[in-house]
């Protein structure tokens, strides 16, 4: 079974950083595209970004200038840099290792880790 371990959550004054980190155990880490997506109290869970196998990213537009999706794959770890952080990216953020081989669809899921912007 493959696990996924977030950490790197906290409280942080706006206008600060932080960077999520995922750990992904298995060997096929390489061929997973990785995503973090969040969810916020009473909100649905949303997507935020996402780096596919080849490296390839895309945000969503509340976060495009700000975040910054990477991946290691030595190490098995994706990253989300999170740069001038407003009190509406206060959520809880999950990281998801995703791939489809010969039609079925895999979604691994960590945690969670709380991300909370307030002064």
């Known amino acids: 079974q493959v696990q996924l371990v977030e950490s790197g959550g906290g409280l942080v004054q706006p206008g600060g950083s932080l960077r999520l980190s995922c750990g992904v155990s298995?060997?096929?880490?390489?061929?997973?595209?990785m995503n973090w997506y969040r969810q916020a109290p009473g909100k649905q869970r949303e997507l935020v970004a996402t780096i596919t196998n080849d490296a390839s990213t895309n945000y969503a537009d509340s976060v495009k200038g700000r975040f910054t999706i990477s991946r290691d794959n030595p190490k098995t770890t994706v990253y989300l840099q999170m740069n001038n952080l407003k009190p509406e990216d206060t959520a809880v953020y999950y990281c998801n290792a995703h791939s489809v081989r010969i039609g079925i669809r895999y979604d691994y899921w960590g945690q969670g880790t709380q991300v909370t912007v307030s002064s």
């Open positions: 298995g060997n096929m880490f390489s061929m997973y595209a």
